[in-house]
C-alpha cells in the first residue's frame, strides 16, 4: 500500500502494521506515531526534550539520573518507533553514540522521510531482530539499555526471558543501566514475572509508575530501571512525583513484595506481554 494523505495525516502500511503519523493539534510541529491504532511515539522535531508520553518521561529521568548531566554516553535501544528518547539523548547529552535498532525497516524508512532526525554522525539506526543485535554486541561495552520493544502492542516472547535478560546485562558495563518500558495489567503477572527475571542478572531495581497500575487497577506502562549498583530512588522518587500526571517508585522491601514469589521466565516458557484492553486506544486524538 502506498502513503496516502487525509489533511496531513499521514498513513502508511510497514512491515509491521499500519503506521499512522498524526499532527498533534495543540502543539506545532509535534506528531503521534500509531501502530494498528496503538500510540508508539511522540515527537517534537523542534523541541525533542518534550516528551508528551508520561512513560518516555520516566524513561528520560533515569537517563538524566544514572550519569553526571550532559556527560555523553554510550547507549543501545532496543524498539525505535520514531526514535523519541535517541533525540532526547542527543540533544541533552552531546557527543553520545547511541545505536538504535528497530525490526521494521518500512516503518524506519517512513519515519527517516516524514519526521526526519537531527544529522549525527554518532546516532546509527540499524534494521534487525533487538536479541539478534544483542548476542552480537561486545561485552562492557554500554552505559545504557533501553528496551521498548512492541509488535502487536505486546512485547514479543524472546524479549522477555533471563537468556535474554543475561544478555542485556553481558553487553553493560559494570555501572551500566538497563531500562525498559514493561506494559502490564491486572493482575500484573507479567511484570512481576519480569521484575523476578531481570533481578536474577541486575539485582539492583526499582519501578516507576502510576499508583493505579502498580496497584493492579488498571492497565498502563511501567519504567524498570536495573543494574549493579543501587538506582538513584530518592532523585527518581522526586522526578515522578514532580510529573503532570505523578507516578510512585518501588523500591527495596516494597519492590520485593510486588515481585512475590514470581518465577523467573526461561526462553523455554516464554510468551509475549499482556495484550491492552480492548478499546483502550479508541479515543486517540
Do not use: K
Request: hydrophobic fraction near 45%.
Amino acid at each position: 500500500m502506498g502513503r496516502r494523505r487525509a489533511g496531513d495525516r499521514v498513513m502508511e502500511q510497514v512491515d509491521t502494521g499500519l503506521a499512522e503519523l498524526t499532527p498533534d493539534p495543540d502543539r506545532a510541529g509535534s506528531w503521534t506515531l500509531l501502530l494498528d491504532g496503538a500510540p508508539q511515539s511522540h515527537v517534537d522535531l523542534a523541541d525533542p526534550t518534550h516528551l508528551e508520553f508520561e512513560y518516555v518521561r520516566r524513561l528520560a529521568a533515569a537517563i538524566d539520573l544514572v550519569a553526571p548531566a550532559g556527560a555523553p554516553l554510550r547507549v543501545l535501544h532496543l524498539g525505535g518507533g520514531a526514535l523519541t528518547l535517541p533525540r532526547y539523548v542527543s540533544a541533552t547529552r552531546p557527543g553520545s553514540t547511541q545505536r538504535v535498532v528497530e525490526v521494521d525497516g518500512a516503518l524506519v524508512d517512513l519515519v527517516r522521510r516524514v519526521l526526519p532526525w537531527r544529522a549525527d554522525p554518532r546516532l546509527r539506526v540499524r534494521v534487525a531482530d533487538a536479541r539478534a543485535v544483542l548476542a552480537g554486541t561486545r561485552e562492557a561495552s554500554c552505559d545504557l539499555v533501553v528496551a521498548d520493544v512492541f509488535a502487536g502492542a505486546r512485547t514479543p516472547a524472546h524479549l522477555t526471558s533471563v537468556e535474554y535478560a543475561a544478555e542485556v546485562a553481558r553487553v553493560l558495563r559494570p555501572a551500566g543501566w538497563y531500562l525498559a518500558n514493561v506494559a502490564d495489567g491486572p493482575p500484573l503477572r507479567y511484570a512481576r514475572g519480569q521484575l523476578a527475571t531481570v533481578r536474577s542478572v541486575l539485582p539492583r531495581a526499582c519501578l516507576v509508575g502510576d499508583a493505579a497500575v502498580l496497584r493492579g487497577r488498571r492497565y498502563g506502562n511501567l519504567v524498570l530501571v536495573a543494574g549493579r549498583v543501587e538506582p538513584p530512588v530518592p532523585e527518581l522518587t522526586r522526578r515522578a512525583a514532580g510529573d503532570w500526571f505523578p507516578g510512585r517508585v518501588l523500591a527495596g522491601a516494597e519492590l520485593d513484595r510486588f515481585v512475590g514469589g514470581a518465577p523467573v521466565v526461561r526462553d523455554a516458557g516464554a510468551t509475549a506481554s499482556t495484550p491492552p484492553p480492548p478499546g483502550i486506544f479508541s479515543v486517540r486524538r
